[in-house]
């Protein structure tokens, strides 16, 4: 494995904010200093196809990366932009339900939450009060 590879994979191993390439990038120049932003593209898209990463197409602001490749849940934050884990049992029986009603063979689905995360409404209710 290479050294960019390896680089960017603790980047994502030590982070559970989901973070964008660009981001990614950011840390990794720390470690590896000549690194491009390329490179960096290239080889998350190699470590997806991979299975090594999992690529979250999200509503609103494009791709992000996630070190967990399980299926789980997501809960987007309207207001600081951060993706969420949510430590939720996978709803199996939606596949089964819509598999049965289409006809289509369901092996896989994604969902993502959205709304305002704890940190965020606590600023809400902090502003809030000093206005
Ligand atoms: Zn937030
Ligand atoms: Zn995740």
Same mark, same amino acid.
């Given at each position: 494995m290479s050294k960019q590879k390896e680089a960017i994979i603790r980047v994502l191993r030590e982070t *559970? *904010?989901? /973070?964008s390439a660009e981001w990614i990038y950011e840390q990794v120049r720390k470690d590896v /200093?000549?690194?491009g932003l390329a490179t960096v593209y290239r080889n998350l898209r190699l470590l997806n196809e991979a299975g090594e990463v999992s690529e979250i197409r999200t509503s609103g602001d494009g791709t992000r990366f996630d070190y967990n490749t399980r299926t789980h849940y997501h809960f987007h934050c309207d207001r600081c932009g951060r993706i969420l884990d949510l430590d939720e049992p996978i709803d199996t029986t939606i596949e089964a339900r819509i598999a049965r009603r289409t006809g289509l063979r369901v092996t896989r689905h994604h969902l993502e939450l959205g709304g305002v995360c704890l940190d965020c409404q606590k600023l809400e209710t902090h502003t809030g009060a000093c206005v």
């Open positions: *559970s *904010s989901h /973070p /200093p000549n690194i």
